[in-house]
């Protein structure tokens, strides 16, 4: 890697871009663990133009990774539970091709930080209980806090839900 990636915060003005990097992420992540009916219907509901700018209204922070000056990767952060100090990462999604290059322990090392500055103690995630990406965050520290189902419209997510004490 010749120069480290550049993580800025994403705008209203990014939507197209966050649209686009996620078009580009989400069958190449969940291809071989759900079926296109349901990645398909998902996309929708979260990807949407509609979709992402009520996540920017509703407090998700998004924060784009560029790889000299061109994004390739995003990930949304939001408050789970003001009380507990707690922070979730709602998604995080590189280009397959930038993968392996360590723009994921960055984007989440960012992640980390700017919810510490913010004064949370702990950070959770969610990953399909079939996503190799569970390894990944393993690495970086995070365990399995419990399991959950979550459904989306007639499809269920079969989630770890995963924390990190920061």
Known sequence: MSRSPLIRQATANDLPLLMQLAAAT????????????????????IYSREALERQMQEGQTFLILEESGKPVGF??????????????????????????????????QAVEQEVKLSGATLLDLNVNRHNPAKGFYERCGYQVHQQEDIPIGPYWMNDYVMRKKL
Do not use: C, H, R
Not at 26 to 36: D, Q, R
Not at 76 to 92: M, R, T, W
């Open 26 to 45: 989400w069958e190449p992540t969940y291809g071989s663990i759900l079926a296109k009916e349901q990645i398909d219907y998902m996309f929708e509901v």
């Open 75 to 108: 990930a949304a952060f939001s408050v789970k539970d003001e009380a507990a100090k707690a922070y979730k990462l709602n998604k995080i999604y590189l280009l397959p091709q930038t993968q392996g290059k360590g723009y994921g322990k960055a984007l989440l």
